[in-house]
């Protein structure tokens, strides 16, 4: 399978070229020596097509991409799957101005409702183990009955501890009454080339969906793709992406996107088998033993339950990095694994060993003090009535009660523990107090509406 945004790269590198044109570093290996590939990083050229409008390679990489995840229309995107949120809630707010969303979502489904105005309805969902379930079709189509002009629904699926929404369900109630069913499919791109996904890719049943292609493909962080399949959309997700997106795009991450796509399509399906075969080994030895983990997830995701076990995450966390395993996230509870095709058996090992011998280690037992339930503040205000209001800033500690004028949590995973228009509990404020770190909070301040304030 031929990589044209790569080979067309490598070609111009091959001429050793007088480079008058951005970026500023000119591929100088001598005096820009920490970046040996910085050849390949370059601008909009004669050959190199143009993001804003491809013709070129840009255009027949795209194509090829589409096609190989089953869209009728795939945007680049080298800002991240944010880009692709902002884009599609930019052509969801020409259909209506509420859309309902799961209360974990993401922060740029929040920051984009925002900026565009868009009233997110809000859904909790159950609780499984302490980690927040994706809400049921059936509260979905409850909200559609009640709220009359809701757009859409936007779901993250799968989400961090690889929960996957029941899409089929989904696409039938939006069917039913005339929504459109847009996913937050960041953590689930390398599902489409899993022979056995069971339909568990969210490009089966979504109007538009987002690939994280960074997070689970061989492709360069920021590197996602934006699908669309229903054709009335392509005007305005375009005209979104238009918006939203740099224009400085990075031809490398452009480059890693298309090769990301292309080499699962060639070799996915095997690198899935072997490394799929080698976790459930790893999952039964680990449910022998009695070390806990989150067994629910239909995804690669792999969220050992540390706090369940009475250990405390922080300081198996820290054992753990003195072995040179590093996890993707710590929740407070859960330590999160997250493996990718490219993960090898060797390296699964490896984290079983090192986990083995944590759980074995007397000074953590009974070292875990945290909640067992995830914090969310109550809801007082409107979303986006809540921006309005007049502000002031107060420390953390000390925020308890009062109501939030902006979203605060921690990253990541990026979900907000408090929303604007909500009132900040006890438990909100330790989890911030707590976290390596957060987003919302400014020299330890969270920003509030300000007592007795008008608009």
């Known amino acids: 399978m031929e990589y044209l945004i790569f080979r067309a790269l490598q070609k111009y590198k091959r001429l050793r070229p007088v480079r008058f044109h951005m970026p500023g570093h000119k591929a100088d290996r001598k005096r820009f020596p920490l970046f040996k590939d910085a ?130 369900a989904l696409r039938r109630i939006c069917d039913r009454y005339g929504k459109l069913l847009i996913v937050d499919g960041a953590h689930g791109a390398y599902l489409r080339f899993d022979p056995d996904d069971g339909g568990l890719y969210a490009g089966h049943y979504a109007d538009m969906w987002v690939d994280g292609a960074h997070k689970t493909l061989p492709t360069l962080t920021q590197g996602a793709v934006l699908n669309v399949n229903k054709e009335e959309l392509i005007p305005d997700v375009r005209e979104g992406a238009g918006i939203f997106r740099t224009t400085s795009p990075s031809y490398p991450v ?36 009695g070390i806990r983990f989150y067994e629910e997830s239909k995804t690669l995701q792999f969220a050992i339950d540390f706090g369940g076990m009475g250990i405390s995450p922080y300081l198996a966390e820290e054992q753990l990095e003195k072995r040179k395993v590093f996890p993707e996230m710590n929740d407070g509870r859960y330590l999160l694994f997250y493996m990718s095709p490219l993960t090898r058996a060797k390296d699964l090992a490896r984290l079983e060993r090192a986990v083995r011998h944590i759980v074995k280690m007397r000074a953590l037992r009974a070292t875990y003090g945290g909640a067992d339930e995830p914090a969310y503040g109550v809801r007082k205000f409107s979303y986006l009535a809540a921006l309005t209001f007049r502000k002031e800033s107060v420390p953390v500690g000390e925020a308890a009660g009062r109501i939030a004028a902006r979203n605060a949590g921690v990253t990541p995973p990026c979900v907000p523990a408090v929303i604007a228009g909500e009132q900040i509990t006890e438990q909100v404020v330790e989890m911030l107090k707590n976290a390596r770190h957060t987003f919302g909070i400014t020299d330890g301040k969270i920003e509030v509406i300000k007592i007795g304030g008008a608009k």
């Open 39 to 168: 050849a390949y990083d370059i601008t909009e050229l004669s050959f190199a097509d143009c993001l804003e409008n491809p013709e070129g390679i840009i255009a027949a990489a795209e194509s090829d991409v589409a096609e190989l995840l089953g869209a009728k229309k795939s945007f680049f995107l080298t800002d991240g799957s944010s880009a692709g949120i902002f884009a599609m809630l930019y052509a969801v707010r020409k259909r209506g101005g509420k859309i309902v969303i799961p209360r974990g979502a993401h922060k740029s489904v929040y920051n984009a409702c925002a900026l565009i105005g868009i009233e997110p309805y809000t859904i909790k969902g159950n609780i499984l183990g302490g980690i927040p379930l994706p809400p049921a079709a059936a509260e979905i189509e409850d909200v559609f009955k009640k709220e009359k002009d809701v757009s859409a629904v936007l779901v993250t699926s799968p989400d961090y501890y690889g929960n996957i929404c029941d899409y089929p």
């Open 254 to 289: 452009m480059a890693s996107i298309e090769y990301g796509v292309k080499y699962m399509s060639e070799a996915g399906a095997g690198l899935l088998d072997t490394l799929k075969r080698e976790f459930s080994l790893t999952k039964m030895r680990f449910k022998k033993r």
